[in-house]
């Protein structure tokens, strides 16, 4: 898969979406992608994270790939696919 194929691709967690894909992040040590860079929705913003974000501010976080599915399970035709569960994401997102 090439990156450009993730990059505004929506990512779903049990069926709620959860927002777009903007970036890669890759270590330089290993040359593997590590996370990625999510825009949340505000819906996901308030009942993941218990964030407010302001009406002009995008909530941005970064997500660790191991909350996804290896290989190509976690990609679908109508975007990522979460294996954790909502309750468990926060600890897989980090602000960016």
């Given at each position: 898969?090439?990156?450009?194929?993730?990059?505004?691709?929506?990512?779903?967690?049990?069926?709620?979406?959860?927002?777009?894909?903007?970036?890669?992040?890759?270590?330089?040590?290993?040359?593997?992608?590590?996370?990625?860079?999510?825009?949340?929705?505000?819906?996901?913003?308030e009942q993941i994270l218990g964030a407010t974000?302001?009406?002009?501010?995008?909530?941005?976080?970064t997500l660790a790939i191991s909350a996804l599915?290896?290989?190509?399970?976690c990609c679908t035709s109508s975007g990522v696919?979460?294996?954790?569960?909502?309750?468990?994401?926060?600890?897989?997102?980090?602000?960016?």
């Amino acid at each position: 898969m090439k990156s450009q194929e993730l990059i505004d691709k929506d990512v779903f967690v049990e069926g709620m979406r959860v927002g777009k894909i903007k970036a890669l992040l890759i270590d330089p040590e290993e040359w593997k992608v590590t996370h990625l860079e999510i825009e949340m929705t505000k819906e996901a913003a308030e009942q993941i994270l218990g964030a407010t974000p302001a009406l002009t501010k995008t909530v941005r976080n970064t997500l660790a790939i191991s909350a996804l599915e290896k290989g190509a399970a976690c990609c679908t035709s109508s975007g990522v696919d979460i294996k954790v569960s909502k309750a468990q994401l926060h600890i897989y997102l980090r602000p960016v």
